[in-house]
């Protein structure tokens, strides 16, 4: 008899950095999606929509190198091999969408949109190879009152997500003034192209190595712990405090006069300050927001134009095991006035911004817990079979008054109900069985008070005989029992 032969299943294999998600971080994300939102569309924002692919080349700048079009993101060939790739951010969508309708919107376009994006690169905390963004834009209105709104507003979403006032900051720079800086020290004409790169390098690095360690990178080089050495930029002693004194000047008690007495008169920087005292005096309650002038944010002045914002956390948070976690920054975005002309040939003016949903979803997770950030749905317990219609109507005045709620279809016993109940997270079991029914009531089962007093209470026999956390109401306040007993715990 021939030997039968196998056939080949390949194993699955889940890319690292993808994750799949489940329950509660799902809710939660659309809870928190759902608060931004509200606030894009308070200050007269529509939503947009745009597809998952784009063609390569309308990416654009965004890829890190066009020639490799798998260095950064993830792409592919259609039939006409064309590259094709999974959008990098909600940006380049937005500049390809206003070209091709250019002429039919209404300019100012005032737009947000929340949807996925992919980057190709190496996952960390609260960094994934897929995530979500929610992004804001104004294109057609030139610096600096859009600009000013786009700060205020960005505090008001990172509050409306959950961070409080003093836990966070949006940093403020701008592509001019770094300009400026570089008129300042002998860097602006087109053959010290490459030099500028290695010293807004060596300056985006000025939070993690401070003055001495940007200083070294900014003269000879530096040697880093693990014995690496990385050539330095190798400017005069004069030129380095200059770079220095500017990273340092939001530290100052006026940050724009600390600015204006470093870069002087060039034209360059004369023009971002500018725009910096237009942003402060456009925002009628500046010195009561979390918004500071800083001239250490460099991340993407290649890429703007004007002013760029970044918004970071400034609390400690620690995981579960008491570990420092470094979330850094939850968004950012800036002016882009050159963008659109990548497609419509005249220069449209834009600003904008994009909170990192997951990293900011993290954070909060990190803080308050997962049970703090969502939690399930009442679960009305199946305890008799020709009783389903009964539970579901019960279930279906919950979900009426608004409460999440389902009947459990599991076919357990009551014990394994229950489990299932606290692996749902859910507030509350809702109880009745022959004896309750006969009484006309049911049974509430606050699940969240159960288990914090179960750590306090020590004797089973006593945790059996008092049930502290169950009671029982008529059948006909079921909704308001239940209304009453969740509010108890927000």
């Known amino acids: 008899m021939a030997k039968k032969q196998k056939t080949f299943r390949p194993k699955a294999r889940v890319p690292r950095g993808f994750r799949d998600r489940l329950g509660a971080e799902i809710v939660a994300e659309r809870e928190m999606l759902s608060r931004i939102s509200a606030v894009y569309e308070a200050h007269g924002f529509d939503p947009l929509e745009t597809p998952a692919f784009e063609y390569t080349d309308a990416l654009g700048k965004f890829l890190p190198d066009v020639d490799r079009p798998n260095q950064g993101v993830f792409s592919l060939q259609d039939d006409d091999q064309q590259w094709m790739s999974l959008r990098y951010d909600l940006t380049a969508p937005l500049a390809r969408f206003v070209a091709e309708n250019y002429d039919s919107l209404p300019k100012p376009f005032r737009r947000y949109q929340v949807g996925p994006v992919w980057r190709n690169e190496k996952p960390g905390p609260g ?14 209105a030139p610096a600096p009152y859009a600009d000013a709104e786009m700060c205020a507003m960005f505090c008001d979403v990172i509050e409306a997500a959950g961070i409080n006032k003093g836990e966070y900051f949006i940093r403020v720079s701008n592509r001019k003034i770094v300009d400026g800086l570089f008129e300042k020290i002998g860097l602006d004409g087109y053959d010290s192209a490459e030099m500028r790169l290695t010293v807004m390098r060596s300056m985006d690095k000025f939070d ?12 000879e080089g530096r040697k880093d712990e693990s014995g690496d050495f990385t050539e330095g930029a190798k400017l005069d002693d004069a030129n380095i405090e200059a770079v220095l004194s500017f990273l340092k000047s939001g530290q100052a ?18 023009a971002g300050l500018a725009e910096l005292n237009g942003i402060q005096n456009a925002i009628p309650d ?4 979390s918004i500071l002038f800083d001239c250490s944010v460099i991340r993407g002045l290649e890429y703007y134009t004007g002013p760029v914002f970044e918004a970071e956390l400034t609390t400690t948070i620690k995981d579960a095991k008491g570990r420092p976690v470094q979330i850094g920054s939850v968004g950012g975005g800036g002016r882009y006035d050159g963008l659109v002309k990548r497609f419509k040939g005249v220069e449209v003016p834009a600003v904008g911004f994009s909170v990192g949903v997951s990293r900011l979803l993290a954070a ?10 969502a939690e399930g749905p009442v679960i009305v317990l199946a305890l008799e079979k020709d009783q389903m219609a009964s539970y579901q109507t019960m279930a279906a005045e919950l979900r009426a008054a608004g409460i999440r709620s389902e009947v459990y279809l599991g076919g357990s016993n009551f014990a394994k109900q229950l489990k299932y109940a606290d692996k749902r997270a859910a507030p509350l079991a809702i109880i009745q069985g ?3 029914r006969e009484k006309g009531e049911i049974t509430i089962k606050d699940l969240i008070l159960g288990s914090e007093l179960s750590k306090q209470i020590e004797d089973n ?3 059996r005989e008092e049930q502290p956390a169950q009671f029982s109401v008529p059948r006909s306040e079921l909704v308001s029992a239940v209304k009453k007993t969740i509010a108890r715990h927000r």
């Open 208 to 219: 993690r190595l401070g003055d001495t360690g940007v200083a070294l990178l900014l003269g």
């Open 286 to 289: 500046f010195a009561d927001r």
């Open 461 to 463: 026999a006593e945790w």
């Open 434 to 436: 022959e004896d309750e």
């Open 127 to 140: 960094r994934f190879r897929q995530f979500t963004q929610c992004d804001a834009d104004t294109v057609g």
């Open 253 to 270: 008690d006026n940050p724009l006069g600390a600015i204006e007495a470093i870069l002087g008169e060039t034209n360059s920087g004369s």
């Open 364 to 373: 909060l997770e990190l803080q308050q817990g997962a049970r703090s950030a």
